[in-house]
Nanobody, 116 residues
Framework: QVQLVESGGGLVQAGGSLRLSCAAS????????MGWYRQAPGKQRELVAS???????KYADAVKGRFTISRDNAKNTVFLQMNSLKSEDTAVYLC??????????WGQGTQVTVSS
């Protein structure tokens, strides 16, 4: 059974940085797509960034130039480096991975709070 363990969230002042990590286990295969979503109170879940194997990163317009997604395929781990954080980045950040059969798995989420 696939399990995703997220870490790296927390409280940071506006303009600061955080680095999120998500380690996936329970699969003999690499994940085709690994990425991050976020959900703020009262808002819909939205894609923040994703990275397919051998592909280019995709970013939400709101985070382009500030966030960087990367992955370590050997460790089935995906990272999200978040710089120049803004109060509007406050949300629960959820890791999402897709296996070779297009099945999606979600982490439990990690809270990111940016104080202004």
């Amino acid at each position: 059974q696939v399990q995703l363990v997220e870490s790296g969230g927390g409280l940071v002042q506006a303009g600061g940085s955080l680095r999120l990590s998500c380690a996936a286990s329970g699969s003999r295969f690499s994940f085709n797509v690994m990425g991050w979503y976020r959900q703020a109170p009262g808002k819909q879940r939205e894609l923040v960034a994703s990275l397919a194997t051998g592909g280019r990163p995709k970013y939400a317009d709101a985070v382009k130039g500030r966030f960087t997604i990367s992955r370590d395929n050997a460790k089935n781990t995906v990272f999200l480096q978040m710089n120049s954080l803004k109060s509007e980045d406050t949300a629960v950040y959820l890791c999402n991975v897709e296996d070779p059969w297009a099945r999606a798995y979600w982490g439990q989420g990690t809270q990111v709070t940016v104080s202004s």
